[in-house]
């Protein structure tokens, strides 16, 4: 015969008295099994968190599907803009190499992965990924317009790119000092997201000038492009319109 779940707590479970240390008052049970070792739950129970800890779960639920969405985004426009399936692999490479600054930093300063590390790692990854983007773009132009080889167009474009990236690099590392530091009172609440960004943009330096180049060189193949020739076109436009009046 089973014991109805009143006559358990009323047995076992022992109801506690209303805790009035610090904020909190309330009546609790005690659901753990008196006799187990290792405080095995009472069977029946079940302990479920809820209050601001359900609420962060599902804000770190809805940042993940957000960051998720927004690569996909990114590649399928990419791949509409660049005519390959490739070349926007090579740019989403880069964010893999973010996540590897920026977890170290969190951990080496302390620092947990709440809301505000989530966004720096969002702001990061927008930063790296935007400038990639520029490289790729402009050795994509090399390639049809001046008949370079994958190679020789994405050593051009990153020779080419290095001042802007850098510089852009730079402005954000040192305007995310301050915040990293939390020097002030009250400042304490926006650390995480200094730090996640600082932590984003020190491996996605790197990443962007020299791990994003050497994959474009090993995964993008074919002929160069031959260059448009003006002279040509025009020659062609002309005998055109002389076979129309024909």
């Given at each position: 015969?089973?014991?109805?779940?009143d006559a358990i707590y009323e047995t076992v479970g022992k109801l506690?008295?209303?805790?009035?240390?610090?904020?909190?008052?309330?009546?609790?049970?005690?659901?753990?099994?008196?006799?187990?070792?290792?405080?095995?739950?009472?069977?029946?129970?079940?302990?479920?968190?809820?209050?601001?800890?359900?609420?962060?779960?599902?804000?770190?639920?809805?940042?993940?599907?957000?960051?998720?969405?927004?690569?996909?985004?990114?590649?399928?426009?990419?791949?509409?803009?660049?005519?390959?399936?490739?070349?926007?692999?090579?740019?989403?490479?880069?964010?893999?190499?973010?996540?590897?600054?920026?977890?170290?930093?969190?951990?080496?300063?302390?620092?947990?992965?709440?809301?505000?590390?989530?966004?720096?790692?969002?702001?990061?990854?927008?930063?790296?990924?935007?400038?990639?983007?520029?490289?790729?773009?402009?050795?994509?132009?090399?390639?049809?317009?001046?008949?370079?080889?994958?190679?020789?167009?994405i050593r051009k474009a990153a020779?080419?790119?290095?001042?802007?990236?850098?510089?852009?690099?730079?402005?954000?590392?040192?305007?995310?000092?301050?915040?990293?530091?939390?020097?002030?009172?009250?400042?304490?609440?926006?650390?995480?997201?200094?730090?996640?960004?600082?932590?984003?943009?020190?491996?996605?330096?790197?990443?962007?000038?020299?791990?994003?180049?050497?994959?474009?060189?090993?995964?993008?193949?074919?002929?160069?492009?031959?260059?448009?020739?003006?002279?040509?076109?025009?020659?062609?436009?002309?005998?055109?319109?002389?076979?129309?009046?024909?």
């Amino acid at each position: 015969m089973t014991q109805s779940r009143d006559a358990i707590y009323e047995t076992v479970g022992k109801l506690k008295p209303p805790e009035t240390t610090g904020n909190q008052e309330g009546t609790t049970y005690d659901a753990f099994d008196p006799n187990s070792d290792n405080h095995q739950t009472l069977e029946g129970v079940n302990i479920i968190l809820s209050g601001e800890y359900s609420r962060m779960t599902e804000t770190f639920k809805d940042l993940a599907i957000g960051l998720v969405l927004a690569v996909i985004l990114i590649y399928f426009m990419m791949v509409a803009l660049d005519k390959s399936f490739l070349v926007p692999l090579c740019v989403l490479s880069a964010v893999p190499l973010i996540l590897v600054g920026t977890l170290p930093m969190l951990y080496f300063t302390g620092t947990s992965i709440n809301v505000q590390s989530l966004l720096g790692i969002i702001f990061s990854v927008g930063i790296k990924v935007a400038n990639t983007v520029l490289m790729t773009d402009v050795a994509q132009d090399f390639r049809k317009n001046e008949g370079l080889s994958p190679i020789e167009a994405i050593r051009k474009a990153a020779e080419m790119r290095v001042r802007p990236i850098t510089m852009t690099a730079l402005a954000a590392f040192f305007a995310m000092i301050p915040t990293a530091l939390a020097l002030e009172t009250g400042s304490e609440a926006n650390a995480p997201l200094g730090r996640a960004i600082l932590g984003g943009l020190l491996a996605g330096e790197p990443a962007t000038l020299f791990v994003v180049p050497a994959l474009y060189s090993l995964m993008i193949h074919g002929k160069p492009n031959q260059p448009e020739d003006p002279e040509a076109e025009s020659e062609n436009e002309a005998e055109g319109e002389q076979v129309d009046d024909e």
